[in-house]
């Protein structure tokens, strides 16, 4: 149990679904993350949030479309994804950006079909 | 940009000791991290370093040459739960800060 909580583990969608991955961090940290890690990659950085601001978009495609209502909530909304948006997506959180340790969660395993 | 550079696999046995190399290149450092992530699980912290030479934690030990842009993680006495991938990761520092990944190391421990 790391303190930061995501849902659903597992998720099979098609390419035309709508769905949301949620992050919920009880740390008080103020920055939160996504992360997307493939087979024989590296944890990719998706987006940085810091006090719910996004300060960080590493180009990123549009059907990915993060939404931080609060410090301890941050989510994920796909739509029109791609088979190869299959992979698992990691959510974590720390201090601030510039912070070394960082906290993830589980991950979500998404299977775009 | 940034980049991280790491061997993708090493095989040790019980007891032995491995290390664990880490170059980078970045825009602006602020220090160097290790985690451990076990096959299906979150990567966890490891250790930190933002000054150059060794931190000890137990049987981990994390060394930085800020000169050389390079660290490594040394692993002594290892124990079959060690088997996992090992990332070094580097902070950037202020509001844009942010931490970037190497592609990360799979270390198999054999009996």
Redesign the interface.
């Known amino acids: 149990e ?1 303190g ?1 909580t995501q849902t659903p583990r597992h998720l099979v969608m098609g390419m035309t679904n709508k769905k949301s991955l949620k992050c919920e961090q009880h740390l008080g940290h103020n920055a939160m ?1 996504w ?1 997307k890690q493939s087979a024989k ?3 990719e ?1 998706m987006f ?1 949030y ?1 006090f719910k601001e996004q ?2 978009n590493n180009s990123v495609p549009s059907r990915f479309s993060p939404e931080c209502p609060n410090s301890s909530h941050l989510f994920l909304h796909l739509h029109t994804l791609q088979p190869e948006d299959s992979a698992l997506y ?1 959510c ?1 959180s ?1 201090q ?12 979500t395993r998404l299977t775009v079909v | 940009g940034q980049s991280l550079e790491q061997p993708s696999e090493v095989t040790a046995v019980e007891g032995a000791i491995v290390q664990i190399n880490c170059t980078y290149q970045t825009s602006g450092f602020y220090g160097l991290s290790w985690y451990q992530q076990h096959d299906g699980g979150a990567p966890t912290f490891l250790s930190y370093n933002a000054l150059d030479g060794l931190e000890e934690t137990g049987r981990f030990s994390s060394f930085l040459s800020r000169s050389d842009s390079y660290g490594y993680l040394l692993l002594q006495e290892l124990q079959m739960k060690d088997s996992a991938s090992y990332f070094c990761a580097v902070t950037r520092p202020g509001n844009t800060g942010k931490l970037i990944f190497g592609q990360g190391t799979t270390l198999q421990v054999k009996p």
């Open positions: 790391t930061v993350y992360y990659k590296p944890l950085l940085v810091n300060t960080e990691l974590a720390s601030d950006p510039s912070y070394p340790e960082a906290f993830f969660g589980q991950g």
